[in-house]
């Protein structure tokens, strides 16, 4: 699931780039909706990151529907303000896509402190090598 949502975010990328947007006569207003589409861009970054993290945790299949679409619809808003097209659909879109993912993590048992103190926790690598060993002479003694 992880390298579902690397591999859909390079392609979005990919697509927002490869169409050209509409041609506006107001180029501040242009600059306006790029800069909004590149904080929303932002924004889905960090939520790329924290699901990057969640789906590390087990998880059911519901769940990992829930936040793929809410992450996907809000890419497709935001690759859609870029492009200057649809702007009040893809504004209903990118809210709507926000309000899933945090529906979806309100309600998310995996994400209870329960459920996460039961995660079990490996101990460090330097932890292990740097105990202290006892003497193989002195162990035969005792």
């Known amino acids: 699931m992880k390298?579902?949502?690397?591999?859909g975010a390079l392609a979005i990328a990919a697509a927002t780039f490869s169409v050209p947007a509409q041609s506006f006569a107001d180029a501040e207003l242009v600059m306006l909706m790029r800069g909004m589409a590149v904080i929303k861009a932002l924004l889905l970054l960090g939520a790329l990151t924290v699901l990057w993290w969640r789906f590390g945790q087990p998880y059911s299949r519901g769940v990992a529907l829930a936040y793929s679409s809410g992450l996907w619809m809000a890419v497709a808003a935001t690759v859609m303000i870029w492009q200057l097209v649809q702007i009040p659909a893809a504004a209903v879109l990118f809210h709507a896509g926000e309000l899933i993912m945090l529906v979806t993590a309100w309600r998310?048992?995996?994400?209870?402190?329960?459920a996460l103190r039961r995660q079990p926790v490996s101990e460090p690598v330097e932890a292990k090598a740097s105990a202290p060993q006892a003497p193989a002479d002195l162990a035969d003694a005792a």
């Open 3 to 7: 390298w579902t949502l690397a591999i």
């Open 108 to 114: 998310d048992d995996g994400l209870t402190i329960e």
